[in-house]
């Protein structure tokens, strides 16, 4: 989804942090919005391309393939994002609707902010149901469709404005190209509504703390809700709960000097809170210290410096040569990867039939296990015992009974 005209309060990409944390809206409005990020201009390429690509523009997408390679940015995005059209196509196509691109959709009705408006990337309007569609181009976390509210609040303001049609039911999708990754919700109408209207309420409590005193304000700090927020830097009540959560409350009361596995489990849901929350902090403090600010005890010094490369690469090649260096020792020739491969693939350098006979000879190194929640949705990571130990040191009680 494109965001809201202007810089709203309520914006549905947020709505994640202020449902939660409804202090973040008056508490951010003290701190600058930051700068856009690199991450931030690609996704709006990407977002650019998708929508000429769905409106056949191929005028417009050439436009876009220049500022692609004038920003320096991955070629290769035009081509990425076509898991996101083929999938809107198709289900337009098989569900026989009408495509929107890019469709706006007023907000206010449903976050109550006076002139609130958001772009849709896609809405397909059908025989008695109504979609929408979020394509997200980054590669970070996953994301699911169910439960979201951003994808909820759109749903809502879609509904809006297609209700002239005879609609039972709204799916929402999240298509993430890059991830191969595509999550659907479906709901009636009725509990579309209904979930909406949680939303209005909650939405008109922020606007009504918005103009409250700060010792009137909500706080519900947490890992999702602060990471993202303008004023984690500064936020005692996530400071607090950092504090707390890494102090003894959090530990059983026992005079055994060994965590047991309870402990355990607790301290590994509080650290990536704590981890983001001290990264916070450090950015914060070498910021502070650039500005020529003191803080007590601590001080700015030279980093790890970067590794060593020619400043001038065809004048030392040139003395190098001058120098009469065997070409064995003045260069490093070095095979392509299979990903160098693919691109050769792509770009019809190679055949599919000859990448094909590559296919045998790529290998990868295994995942190594990794902690996750217990909710989490990959399968369980199980290591054999004859992974964990040598043949001849496998526990008795662990060895196959021959």
């Given at each position: 989804?494109?965001?809201?005209?202007?810089?709203?309060?309520?914006?549905?990409?947020?709505?994640?942090?202020?449902?939660?944390?409804?202090?973040?809206?008056?508490?951010?409005?003290?701190?600058?919005?930051?700068?856009?990020s690199?991450?931030?201009?690609?996704?709006?390429?990407?977002?650019?391309?998708?929508?000429?690509?769905?409106?056949?523009?191929?005028?417009?997408?050439?436009?876009?393939?220049?500022?692609?390679?004038?920003?320096?940015?991955?070629?290769?995005?035009?081509?990425?994002?076509?898991?996101?059209?083929?999938?809107?196509?198709?289900?337009?196509?098989?569900?026989?609707?009408?495509?929107?691109?890019?469709?706006?959709?007023?907000?206010?009705?449903?976050?109550?902010?006076?002139?609130?408006?958001?772009?849709?990337?896609?809405?397909?309007?059908?025989?008695?149901?109504?979609?929408?569609?979020?394509?997200?181009?980054?590669q970070?976390?996953?994301?699911?469709?169910?439960e979201?509210?951003?994808?909820?609040?759109?749903?809502?303001?879609?509904?809006?404005?297609?209700?002239?049609?005879?609609?039972?039911?709204?799916?929402?999708?999240?298509?993430q190209?890059r991830?191969?990754?595509?999550?659907?919700?479906?709901?009636?109408?009725?509990?579309?509504?209904?979930?909406?209207?949680?939303?209005?309420?909650?939405?008109?409590?922020?606007?009504?703390?918005k103009?409250?005193?700060?010792?009137?304000?909500?706080?519900?700090?947490g890992?999702?809700?602060?990471?993202?927020?303008?004023?984690?830097?500064?936020?005692?009540?996530?400071?607090?709960?950092?504090?707390?959560?890494?102090?003894?409350?959090?530990?059983?009361?026992?005079?055994?000097?060994?965590?047991?596995?309870?402990?355990?489990g607790?301290?590994?849901?509080?650290?990536?809170?704590?981890?983001?929350?001290?990264?916070?902090?450090?950015?914060?403090?070498?910021?502070?210290?650039?500005?020529?600010?003191?803080?007590?005890?601590?001080?700015?010094?030279?980093?790890?410096?970067?590794?060593?490369?020619?400043?001038?690469?065809?004048?030392?090649?040139?003395l190098?040569?001058?120098?009469?260096i065997?070409?064995?020792?003045?260069?490093?020739?070095?095979?392509?990867?299979?990903?160098?491969?693919?691109?050769?693939?792509?770009?019809?350098?190679?055949?599919?039939?000859?990448?094909?006979?590559?296919?045998?000879?790529?290998?990868?190194?295994?995942?190594?296990p990794?902690?996750?929640?217990?909710?989490?949705?990959?399968?369980?990571?199980?290591?054999?015992?004859?992974?964990?130990?040598?043949?001849?040191?496998?526990p008795?009680?662990?060895?196959?009974?021959?």
């Amino acid at each position: 989804m494109m965001a809201p005209s202007g810089h709203a309060l309520l914006a549905p990409s947020a709505a994640h942090r202020w449902l939660m944390c409804p202090a973040s809206v008056p508490f951010g409005l003290q701190f600058p919005d930051g700068e856009t990020s690199v991450y931030a201009e690609e996704g709006t390429l990407a977002h650019a391309a998708a929508e000429c690509i769905l409106r056949d523009d191929k005028a417009g997408l050439d436009s876009v393939k220049r500022k692609i390679l004038a920003g320096n940015f991955d070629p290769e995005i035009p081509e990425k994002v076509r898991k996101y059209t083929d999938y809107v196509t198709a289900l337009r196509d098989s569900v026989h609707g009408e495509l929107f691109v890019e469709q706006r959709l007023a907000l206010t009705a449903i976050t109550g902010e006076e002139g609130a408006r958001g772009t849709s990337d896609a809405v397909i309007l059908a025989p008695g149901e109504l979609y929408v569609i979020d394509l997200k181009y980054g590669q970070g976390d996953k994301i699911d469709a169910p439960e979201n509210p951003q994808l909820l609040i759109y749903a809502a303001a879609a509904y809006q404005a297609f209700s002239f049609a005879d609609i039972e039911r709204v799916t929402v999708a999240i298509v993430q190209p890059r991830l191969d990754h595509v999550s659907e919700w479906t709901l009636d109408l009725s509990d579309l509504l209904a979930r909406a209207d949680d939303v209005r309420k909650k939405a008109a409590a922020v606007l009504v703390m918005k103009d409250a005193a700060p010792e009137a304000w909500e706080y519900h700090p947490g890992l999702k809700t602060c990471k993202y927020c303008k004023a984690r830097s500064s936020c005692r009540a996530l400071a607090e709960a950092c504090l707390t959560v890494a102090g003894v409350e959090i530990l059983e009361k026992s005079k055994t000097p060994r965590l047991v596995a309870a402990e355990i489990g607790k301290i590994l849901e509080a650290l990536p809170m704590i981890e983001k929350w001290g990264d916070t902090m450090r950015e914060t403090a070498i910021a502070e210290l650039t500005a020529g600010r003191d803080i007590p005890g601590w001080k700015l010094v030279a980093g790890r410096v970067g590794p060593r490369k020619w400043a001038d690469e065809q004048a030392a090649e040139k003395l190098l040569t001058g120098w009469k260096i065997p070409t064995a020792s003045r260069y490093v020739k070095k095979l392509i990867s299979p990903t160098g491969a693919e691109s050769l693939q792509k770009g019809g350098m190679i055949t599919s039939e000859q990448f094909a006979e590559l296919m045998p000879l790529i290998t990868r190194t295994p995942a190594a296990p990794a902690l996750a929640p217990a909710d989490d949705k990959r399968p369980a990571y199980r290591a054999t015992a004859a992974d964990d130990y040598p043949d001849e040191t496998v526990p008795a009680e662990n060895k196959e009974k021959k």
